[in-house]
């Protein structure tokens, strides 16, 4: 019996072969996005799960408010991780690092590495991420001032296949490293991916500076609450001797002025879809892409699944006469419902052949547009597949229901005597179907308009700064840096370079911040500071608003002289800047040095718009490490070789290293183009499919209204009336699809623009514009097959009944 | 075999009420060739349908060897008929996507009879009426006769003591018509009940007995020598 299905199920499905592919090929690719997003999802909640004791491990950091300035930052203090270490029954072990965020050139002999993720580690750092060690001890590893540990990537890329151990790096030629570990890279993903360690372990004893990141590790049966709450006890005594040694005033008054701060622990396991604070190690993934792509998976599943229950029953007057013969014949209802879920799973399965076919050609893209590394064929093979068939089934008896509800009620009498009437209802419910699948459709359409408005309203946005000609060189040794001031000449020789300068930091890097206060003033406040030097802003194009910019005759090295940004002006509250006095110095409280505030410029980006604009104060320094230069749009490559050639000259063991500053702030955009990629993909992808089915739905209609089309044409009807006639239930419904979509999208679009701080209002005119496109599609679509009927000859539209 | 007891069948749409049999009341016996003729809309088919049980009686009683059959629900209706009643259509209504092997096997594939037997079953109905080689066919590829030999031969697989054929000629031209009305006069000697819809006299004449119907009423019912005749 269910080998006659099965015989059946592939007849029919090969006499029907434009139904057939559009049913199979909708839902493979329903399924292809089903088991991509599964992939994903499977890849980002994978993160931290390696380490031995994960549920165990938090990082800690602060949430505060001080002087209406917020922060919340996963930054601690230097003596953090030892008094967890020494003063909590409840503790395993901590760990400090702190992540080195630029490039850094190691040596070894002549073998030079540019190594992009190094890390200063106390020496618990292996005690509580368990690394696998090759050689070396992962308990005394980085004891030693002068240890370092590198993976064994890394000790390949230097040493060759001679043993490392003990051997001597060189970092940056200003600091021996003696190799005493080389560990495996980590098995799975982590908030940090670190290529060298180097040991971390000299220390302030100030709490009220925070340069590190912590991580602490309970024992097994710890309560993490009570742990909290004395975990906050403890290190709120610890900052009183600070906090009344800098700010002149207690705890309890600083928190009394309306002022918060308090430490917080975040699980690591949390870290990497939830965790979006400033001074993050990397940018971490976000929960968000998450719900959206498995809202897109569960949309384009729907959409597949509606085309299948649409042309199911609409085709159902060609198996009306099989289901009337097997009634006949002894067939009940059950055996024929059965028969036709039989029919809708095999084509699900044959589906889900193709589905993993089409996930092995499309994973590379994938890989490609998001970043990631995910393969079919890893550890999860298993639970991917059975996830894909527990998908399928459900699909095959989800879209499959319905239809064989539908047939398997057809009365015998009836159908063999070919009266159809009754296998032509359903009409309603298509219609239902086919509003939600535009429905559907249209949301992802007006989704994907906002997502680019506001990506392409984040790369027109007016940054504050030019930066497509200005690229950014790291100095790399302390004499380059000294005397770099002294060089600007030998470059600017070339009348491309139009400007030289440098900064402590640049847009797209993670700032500093210090506290700051006005001189007769107790009052402290954060502020990002950035060293710079004189030709700073004019080499980045940054306005200034009031008073003038740094100048080497107006100032002297005794006083330094301060630049603020606009919101640093406004957070201060000043009313005429120009000539006040700041600083950042308070040592003892005698010997404060004061600085002038000369001049303010206009707000500047350098996080990205998910970040409001912090308040900043420049000043003059040599002590910068990253040098600029803003060269002429024309034979630019031409210009860089010369700037190459010359600072090879200067610097003859650190090459010229450069990037594009815009290319480097863009990065801080890349996630969420990244994203809209993704989207624009699985968006044109539904539309196909919803397509796909429109299509096979204006066939049939047009097949189904034939005899009337002939009878109309005799009569008279032109071949625009009859497509008029055609089309106009299929606008209706479009329509009336968009009028769901909208308000819908609304809510969803506003709920994703929140997470900007610098967002698009929200437009009509993605609406307007997805209901247009949605319309063309659909008028397309269903045009075609109505051009056909239009244009048969009516005789045989009249023969044929 | 069958006994019908002033069986009514109404018709109603919203706003018209048509009787399409009117207190029919008649005998069939084990073994019988029946006809049943009239003019079109005489109610013949509907006659046909709720003996075949695939439609129900509005009243009056309807006994099927001797137990009343009238009020079954579907499922029970669907029981007795796949292991009783053999149907023939006019339009043969073979399943197109199964070849002439399989849309004979099908009714012994709903009585859950094992594979080797339905193979055996059906290879030698095949050969008895002289299609076997045409066994791997698909219908649209044999004639209309042969068709409807592959149609008869499927109401024949599951040996039912009744074959219900509504016109079973009626797509057919008269030599392909002959050799179908031939192979009913075999069934009916070999001691099957026949009950044949037609508006053929040459077909209904191969029968035992003719009943005509005339607005949902019988208005005669004849012996017929000849046939017995030749019984």
Redesign the interface.
Known sequence: ?FK?YI??AF??LN?NRVYAIINILGLALGLTVTILVFLFINDETSYEKHWSGYDRIYRTGIIADMMGQKLDAPISPDPMANAFRTEFTDVENATRIRAVNQEIMVRHDQTKLYIQKGVYADSSFFKVFDYEFIHGNAETALNEDNAIVLTEETAKKLFGDKSALGEVVKYDDRRDYIVKGIVKESKGLAHFQFDMFMALNQGRTVWMSNNNHTYVKLKVGADFNAFKTEMKRNFMKKIEPDVERFMKITVEEFLAQGNAFEYQLQPIQDIHLHSHKDYEIEQNGNIMYIYVFIGIALLVILIAGINFMNLSTARSGKRA??V??????????K?LITQFLTESIIQSFIALFLAFILVELFLPGFNNIMETNLNLFNDYLGKTVFFALLVTVFYGLFAGSYPAFFLSAF???AV???DLTKTKGGALMRKVLVVIQFTASTILIIGMIIIFSQISYMHNKDIGFEGDQVIIVPLQTDPMTQNFRNYKGIFTKNANVLNVSRASYFPGDNANQNMFALEGSEEQLPLWNMEVDYDFFETLGVQLAEGRKFNRELDNDSIPSYILNETAVKNLNIENPIGRRISDNFGNGEDVVYGNIVGIVKDFHIEGFNQPIRPMVMRISNQVWFASFKIAKNDMNTTIDYLETEWNKLEPSHPFRYKFLDEKFGTLLRQQENFGTMFLFLTILAIIISAMGLYGLASYTAEQRTKEIGIRKVLGASVGQIMNMLTKDFIKLVLIANIFAWPITYLLAKNWLSNFTYQIDMPILPYVFATILALIIALITVSFQAYQAANSDPVNALKYE | MIKLNKLTKVYRTDEIESTALNEVTFDIQQGEFVSIMGPSGCGK?TLL?IL?M??KPESGSYEFLGNEVGHLN??GR?DV??KNIG?I?Q?F??????TVF?NI???L????INASERKQQVNALMEKIGIAHRANHFPQQLSGGQQQRVAVA?ALI?KPPLILADEPTGNLDSSHGNEVMELMCELHEAGTTIVMVTHSSHDASYSGRIINLLDGQIVSEKQNKLAQAAV
């Open positions: 019996m006659n015989k059946v007849r029919s006499k006469k099989e009337g013969v097997r009634k006949v014949t002894g067939a009940s209802r055996m009365q015998p009498i063999l005597k070919g | 088919s349908n075949g695939l439609d579907e499922k669907s008929r796949k149907f259509f339009n209504n073979l399943i197109d996507e199964l399989e096997e099908l009714p594939l709903y009585n859950k499927r599951t």
